[in-house]
């Protein structure tokens, strides 16, 4: 449950590598269905995706730029 509440929430719970296989095999078949099917009117049906959970979005700190390894090495070498 931890896990699940770090990814986003309540839906992430049981999402671990194995169901987002399985949901990408599923969307992967379904699209070789849709390119490889002998449609009769020439247009192929709309085939929704496997619902996923949706990640909660990355809140980037503003102001902070990222430092360089040179100033870092600067900072590490001054004598305190």
């Known amino acids: ?3 699940a509440l770090a990814s ?3 839906g992430h719970f049981g999402w671990g590598q194995d169901r987002h296989l399985l949901a990408d095999l599923f969307d992967a078949i379904n699209s070789n269905t849709k390119a490889t099917g002998q449609w009769g009117r020439g247009k192929a049906p709309k085939i929704p995706p496997f619902p ?3 990640a909660k979005a990355k809140a980037k700190k503003a ?3 990222a430092a360089t ?3 870092l090495y600067q900072h590490f ?3 305190r």
Do not use: D, E
């Open 1 to 3: 449950m931890t896990v």
């Open 8 to 10: 986003g929430g309540r």
């Open 52 to 54: 996923r959970p949706q």
């Open 63 to 65: 102001g902070k730029k």
């Open 69 to 71: 390894v040179a100033q």
């Open 77 to 79: 070498q001054q004598r």
